[in-house]
């Protein structure tokens, strides 16, 4: 069945929850409303010092491990959970995690500067945030990467629910955040031109995932698809940081030059405890 003629269901938002907030300071009350489902997104501008996100880039494109990946074309440091067994993720993540934390390590990361507020605002509320683990094995601290794609989306339409579900993760920690929120969190630290942040009012749910065949991979959706859709489409330049529900479909127009970004993903498993991966 053609993906166009499919009708998405799911969760749409209502006009006060589906938009962006806007700063020019670091305000982490905010990403906390992102995790408790409470606000959509929200985007900090020009917060990550010029020196750090110079920095940053430059141990980026000289790592030794940096790699190039196919299907959604990137490159990268760091190891994706998506569409794979919790062991392999979690070999790989150890294969790389002193790459991953070189350039994160950079002076003034925004990486440290960001999880170290989000935990303090996250300390107020009796809770704390860490990487996920699994028998005493953790996944990447971040995934660094710059698109390369062509086209319309540097990065196609997906939403980051569907990915939590695979059964070859089960007893992996993350899947408990689907009883939650999940945030997707970025921070630019070059950019060129284009690549802005697109994203749909539709939460889709497992009807429409079956429907399209995408119930473990969230992947792709398309803008044929999501065309009755109201969307928003965010400008992203460098040195912003933003945050956002991941189980909105989302995707990155087309870009020219590099768009380079430090990532993880984040969310409640319990009352007391934020997990994050990649």
């Given at each position: 069945?053609?993906?166009?003629?499919?009708?998405?269901?799911?969760?749409?938002?209502?006009?006060?929850?589906?938009?962006?907030?806007?700063?020019?300071?670091?305000?982490?009350?905010?990403?906390?409303?992102v995790?408790?489902?409470?606000r959509?997104?929200?985007?900090?501008?020009?917060?990550?010092p010029?020196?750090?996100?110079?920095?940053?880039?430059?141990?980026f494109?000289?790592?030794?491990?940096?790699?190039?990946?196919?299907?959604?074309?990137?490159?990268?440091?760091?190891?994706?959970?998506?569409?794979?067994?919790?062991?392999?993720?979690?070999?790989?993540?150890a294969e790389?995690?002193?790459?991953?934390?070189?350039?994160i390590?950079?002076?003034?990361s925004?990486?440290?500067?960001?999880?170290?507020?989000?935990?303090?605002?996250?300390?107020?509320?009796?809770?704390?945030?860490?990487?996920?683990?699994?028998?005493?094995?953790s996944?990447?601290?971040?995934?660094i990467?710059a698109?390369?794609?062509?086209?319309?989306?540097s990065?196609d339409?997906?939403?980051?629910?569907a990915?939590?579900?695979?059964?070859?993760?089960?007893?992996?920690?993350?899947?408990?955040?689907?009883?939650?929120?999940?945030?997707?969190?970025?921070?630019?630290?070059?950019?060129?031109?284009?690549?802005?942040?697109?994203?749909?009012?539709?939460?889709p749910?497992?009807?429409?995932?079956h429907?399209?065949?995408?119930?473990?991979?969230?992947?792709?959706?398309?803008a044929?698809?999501?065309?009755?859709?109201?969307?928003?489409r965010?400008?992203?330049?460098?040195?912003?940081?933003?945050?956002?529900?991941?189980?909105f479909?989302?995707?990155?127009?087309?870009?020219?030059?590099?768009?380079t970004?430090?990532s993880?993903?984040?969310g409640?498993?319990?009352?007391?405890?934020?997990?994050?991966?990649?």
């Amino acid at each position: 069945m053609q993906q166009s003629k499919v009708r998405l269901s799911g969760r749409q938002a209502d006009p006060e929850f589906f938009r962006f907030e806007e700063r020019s300071e670091l305000d982490y009350g905010l990403v906390l409303d992102v995790l408790h489902g409470r606000r959509l997104g929200v985007i900090f501008r020009d917060v990550i010092p010029p020196a750090a996100r110079k920095e940053l880039t430059e141990r980026f494109w000289a790592s030794p491990a940096r790699q190039h990946r196919e299907g959604e074309p990137s490159h990268y440091v760091g190891a994706y959970h998506w569409n794979k067994s919790a062991d392999t993720y979690l070999r790989e993540a150890a294969e790389v995690a002193d790459h991953v934390q070189e350039v994160i390590d950079a002076p003034g990361s925004p990486w440290h500067t960001f999880r170290r507020g989000v935990n303090e605002a996250l300390r107020q509320e009796g809770a704390s945030l860490r990487v996920a683990e699994m028998d005493g094995r953790s996944a990447s601290a971040a995934l660094i990467r710059a698109w390369d794609k062509e086209g319309d989306f540097s990065l196609d339409p997906h939403e980051d629910e569907a990915q939590c579900k695979d059964a070859r993760q089960a007893g992996f920690e993350i899947q408990r955040v689907l009883e939650h929120d999940i945030c997707a969190v970025n921070m630019c630290t070059e950019h060129t031109a284009g690549g802005r942040l697109v994203i749909w009012n539709i939460r889709p749910d497992d009807a429409t995932r079956h429907a399209l065949g995408i119930e473990l991979t969230g992947l792709p959706y398309t803008a044929e698809a999501l065309a009755d859709f109201e969307e928003l489409r965010l400008d992203i330049r460098e040195g912003d940081v933003y945050a956002f529900n991941g189980a909105f479909v989302h995707a990155v127009d087309a870009n020219t030059g590099n768009r380079t970004t430090v990532s993880f993903i984040m969310g409640f498993t319990d009352a007391h405890t934020v997990v994050s991966w990649t």
